[in-house]
Structures are given as structure tokens and as C-alpha cells.
């Protein structure tokens, strides 16, 4: 089945400092997702890829899709204590009888004040 | 709106036993979705209801059951529980076909099987 590395599995950086994490797939996907995951929650969008090559960014967030469509990338700026969560890459086909997603396992990250 | 409301929260079993959890969406979403997190593993597919009245095997179906009740209800059942079923369950919605927003997932089940 179709299966995403996401990488680091974790980090620990300074607040301040900038974040870069990424996904790469061994097939395409129509959409790339990336969600944050506070400590006893569920997982919460943070941004949604829909075309290849798109880049969008949300507050301190920037996200892009890849050209070939198998790999995406989030960047923070400038890092806070609330950044601290799991952020999942997922991966999803839509369309037809079902559009699944498919997760990463994961990137932790740690922010030191 | 509440979005995803997952109960209980919180739930200890003896090996064997039974339960069912419970999952509502108040967004008129057609899809929902059961997922199991487990350390270093991320997030896996139990089952998924693509609409009202189907419902399909996703990653990781053995051991539980399914009800899709109606369009806002979607139960998740552990009929005989084993330890390697403990996990933070999580339930999810979504429109379903293009213009997707992604999935609303709800707080979790934190479940332990002794």
C-alpha cells in the first residue's frame, strides 16, 4: 500500500528558530495535507495542498506541494512554545467512492524558551 | 458547533471484555472515519463509512466492528478485547468527492486493555 516517510522524527530547537519538515511518498497523491497534534487532542488542519507546485502559507506556516506530487514540505518561522505538538503529514486521492487518507507517523516537536 | 464529539474519553478493559465507542458529527458530513494512533506509528485506518449505510475495511480491521447508525453516527465495537488493542482511538468526518477541507477528527478515546 501507498506509505509516507516523514522526516525528522523529531526535533528540539530554540524558540525563535525556524522548523522545516517534509513528506515523500513512492506514489502521487492529488492532495497533501498537513495537521498539528496537541498533546491529548485530535489532530487540527493546518494546511491543505490541492495542485502541484502550490505554496500557501498560513500565519507562520508555509507549505508546498511538490511538482512530481509525491513529497511536500512545512516550514515554521520564528518558533513559539505553542508550535509544540506532532505534525502529521497525510496524503490523500479523492474522488470515486472514497478519498482516504494516508499519515506520516509523525514529527515532534520540541520548543526550548 | 461541537464538530467530532467522541465518547468516553477515557476507558480501561479486562481481556475479553466488550465495548463500543461512540462518535458523532454535527457538520453534515457524509464520510467518517475510525482511526488508531499508536507510538511511532501515526495514525491507521480501522474502518470508514464513505455515506450513510456503507461501510468499508480500512488498514488494521481485525478485532472490531462497525455501525454506521445514520448520517451524524458512526460506532466503533471491540467485541473481545486483547491487550494489543490498547490505543488512543480517533474518530473523524469529511465531505466527501473534490473541494475537500480535510478531515475534522474528534479528541481521542484513550483505551487500555489489562
Known amino acids: 500500500g501507498q506509505q509516507l516517510n516523514q522526516s525528522p522524527q523529531s526535533m528540539f530547537i530554540q524558540e525563535g528558530e525556524d522548523v522545516s519538515m517534509n513528506c515523500t511518498s513512492s506514489?502521487?497523491?492529488?492532495?497533501w495535507l498537513w495537521y498539528k497534534q496537541d498533546p491529548g487532542e485530535g489532530p487540527v488542519l493546518l494546511i491543505a495542498?490541492?495542485?502541484?507546485?502550490e505554496l500557501t502559507s498560513n500565519g507562520r506556516l508555509t507549505a508546498q506541494f511538490g511538482i512530481t506530487r509525491k513529497d511536500s514540505f512545512l516550514n515554521i518561522s520564528a518558533s513559539i512554545p505553542s508550535d509544540v505538538g506532532i505534525y502529521f503529514c497525510?496524503?490523500?486521492?479523492?474522488?470515486?467512492?472514497?478519498?482516504?487518507?494516508?499519515f506520516g507517523k509523525g514529527t515532534k516537536l520540541s520548543v526550548k524558551p | 458547533n461541537a464538530g467530532v464529539t467522541q465518547t468516553p474519553k477515557f476507558q480501561v478493559l479486562k481481556t475479553g471484555q466488550s465495548m463500543t465507542l461512540q462518535c458523532a458529527q454535527d457538520?453534515?458530513?457524509?464520510?467518517m472515519y475510525w482511526y488508531r494512533q499508536d507510538p511511532g506509528m501515526g495514525l491507521r485506518l480501522i474502518y470508514y463509512?464513505?455515506?450513510?449505510?456503507?461501510?468499508d475495511k480500512g488498514e488494521v480491521p481485525n478485532g472490531y466492528n462497525v455501525s454506521r447508525l445514520n448520517k451524524r453516527e458512526f460506532s466503533l465495537r471491540l467485541e473481545s478485547a486483547a491487550p494489543s488493542q490498547t490505543s488512543v482511538y480517533f474518530c473523524?468526518?469529511?465531505?466527501?468527492?473534490?473541494?475537500?477541507?480535510?478531515?475534522?477528527f474528534g479528541s481521542g478515546t484513550r483505551l487500555t486493555v489489562v
Open positions: 473523524a468526518s469529511s465531505t466527501r468527492g473534490t473541494g475537500i477541507d480535510g478531515y475534522t
Open positions: 506514489s502521487i497523491f492529488n492532495t
Open positions: 495542498l490541492y495542485k502541484a507546485g
Open positions: 497525510a496524503g490523500m486521492n479523492y474522488g470515486g467512492s472514497q478519498g482516504n487518507l494516508i
Open positions: 457538520m453534515n458530513h457524509n464520510s
Open positions: 463509512s464513505a455515506s450513510e449505510g456503507t461501510t
